[in-house]
């Protein structure tokens, strides 16, 4: 039987087998960096291989992610905060422990209306 692949991004491993985080944790460290001491967010890929990304985004109140697209469908799973989440002419209010979906391709963007934390989750196409 082989080994499964590990991977690292020379600090953390980016995909395994089994991966486990306290998003807890993740989150503090994310607001402990230079990058969110002096900026207005961070963020830390969680897990990363061919198929799925998963994606840790913390943003302070006011900051923007302008609209953009993906090649896969992602989810967004609000952590803590609010955040509106635009495609279009909708605009979604959410708050912690909401999630949405949304299909490939589709142009949106993501505004913190307060400091918030997410987990982005994007499926790669093949």
Known sequence: MQTPKREYDGEHLLS?????????KEVDRLKTEPTWADG???AITLQKNSKLRVVLITMRK????????????ITIFVLSG??????GDDKINMSGNELIVLEKTIPHDV????DSSFILT?????
């Open 16 to 24: 395994a087998p089994l991966l486990k985080f306290s998003i807890d």
């Open 40 to 42: 207005d967010r961070n």
């Open 62 to 73: 006011g900051a923007s992610l302008k609209e953009h697209k993906v090649e896969g469908p």
């Open 82 to 87: 609010k955040i509106i989440f635009s495609t």
């Open 111 to 114: 505004e913190a209306l307060e």
């Open 122 to 126: 994007i499926i790669q196409p093949k």
